[in-house]
């Protein structure tokens, strides 16, 4: 059983950066597939970006390509998402989540077995 706890959240300017952490409480990599989505309020949950379960390959939307980036640190079972030139449309509590049935990361929400709680990150303009 995976666990994941984000943190990393805050109220930040826009074109500020913020950078979330989202810790598994066990090995991750390679084997997990891990993305983070986001959920605004009223609104869907909708992914922000993805990582292979070999860390060899990303994906990010189209509304965070430029401006978002994944990293992993093997040793302390995290997935970094470091978040730049943010934009007040960015507000939203920030999700990770892992699953290891696919070969490639999904866009899905539905594809995903392992949720952590969120974080929130708010953009303020």
């Known amino acids: 059983q995976v666990q994941l706890v984000e943190s990393g959240g805050a109220l930040v300017q826009t074109g500020g950066s913020l950078i979330l952490s989202c810790k598994s409480s066990?090995?991750?990599?390679?084997?997990?597939?891990v993305a983070w989505f986001r959920q605004a309020p009223g609104k869907e949950r909708e992914f922000v970006a993805a990582?292979?379960?070999?860390?060899?390959?990303?994906d990010y939307s189209d509304s965070v390509t430029g401006r978002f980036t994944l990293s992993v640190d093997n040793a302390l079972n995290t997935v970094y998402l470091q978040m730049t030139s943010l934009k007040a449309e960015d507000t939203a509590v920030y999700y990770c989540?892992?699953?290891?049935?696919?070969?490639?990361?999904?866009?899905?929400?539905?594809?995903?077995?392992?949720w952590g709680q969120g974080t929130q990150v708010t953009v303020s303009s």
């Open positions: 990582i292979s379960r070999d860390g060899s390959r990303t």
């Open positions: 066990g090995h991750i990599f390679p084997g997990y597939n």
């Open positions: 989540a892992a699953e290891r049935r696919r070969l490639s990361p999904s866009r899905s929400v539905h594809e995903y077995d392992y």
